[in-house]
T-cell receptor, first 115, second 114 residues
Framework: AQSVTQLDSHVSVSEGTPVLLRCNYS??????LFWYVQHPNKGLQLLLK??????LVKGINGFEAEFKKSETSFHLTKPSAHMSDAAEYFC?????????????FGSGTRLSIRP | DSGVTQTPKHLITATGQRVTLRCSPR?????VYWYQQSLDQGLQFLIQ???????AKGNILERFSAQQFPDLHSELNLSSLELGDSALYFC?????????????FGPGTRLTVL
């Protein structure tokens, strides 16, 4: 069985400081992992995905995430937060050998940016 | 703009009623997915269609049904509505059928059941 845990429901950082959004997963297989962002009143947008290639994945808007199998983690980072980064972020795990029914979304982390 | 369109944006209806939500995928995408986002349950996968055929099923209630038409647009039908069905319903599309394919999400339909 698969599961995903986003360790913080809310993270607040100052503009220009680093961002860290934490995600741990559990999977019987080598999973595929995604980060999506949802701005208020908008649909979800893919930030980045890991599908068993390079463990450090670079995404859009300066975000990146590192797949750490030993820690079963896929934390999302950004060196310097911008006001436009304020949004809800979802970590997603899926079994690459299975169907969409095995896609599991985390509960989300709301990122706030202080001026 | 993801290229996925959903109508209507908002829907307010009463318990016991039936509604239809519509989704048009990105040009060239053959897969359509439906998701429900609510405060208590988070984001849940409902169902996937690929090129007109049901491909995968998630936590979709029996009162809910979906279909994908030959022009690839999809409809999600919700019947005998209950207060708990109030949620944001998202449609997403992708080129293929793999769970690793990038999904492009529409802006959602906000359903309010009174």
């Amino acid at each position: 069985a698969q599961s995903v845990t986003q360790l913080d429901s809310h993270v607040s950082v100052s503009e220009g400081t680093p961002v860290l959004l934490r995600c741990n997963y559990s999977s019987s297989y080598s999973p595929s992992l995604f980060w999506y962002v949802q701005h208020p009143n908008k649909g979800l947008q893919l930030l980045l995905k890991y599908t068993s290639a390079a463990t450090l994945v670079k995404g859009i808007n300066g975000f990146e995430a590192e797949f750490k199998k030993s820690e079963t983690s896929f934390h999302l980072t950004k060196p310097s937060a911008h006001m436009s980064d304020a949004a809800e972020y979802f970590c997603v795990v899926s079994d690459p050998y299975s169907s969409a029914s095995k896609i599991i979304f985390g509960s989300g982390t709301r990122l706030s940016i202080r001026p | 703009d993801s290229g996925v369109t959903q109508t209507p944006k908002h829907l307010i209806t009463a318990t016991g009623q039936r509604v239809t939500l519509r989704c048009s995928p990105r040009s060239g995408d053959l897969s359509v997915y439906w998701y429900q986002q609510s405060l208590d349950q988070g984001l849940q996968f409902l169902i996937q269609y690929y090129n007109g055929e049901e491909r995968a099923k998630g936590n979709i209630l029996e009162r809910f049904s979906a279909q994908q038409f030959p022009d690839l647009h999809s409809e999600l039908n919700l019947s005998s509505l209950e207060l708990g069905d109030s949620a944001l319903y998202f449609c997403a599309s992708s080129e293929g059928i793999m769970s690793t394919d990038t999904q492009y999400f529409g802006p959602g339909t906000r359903l309010t059941v009174l």
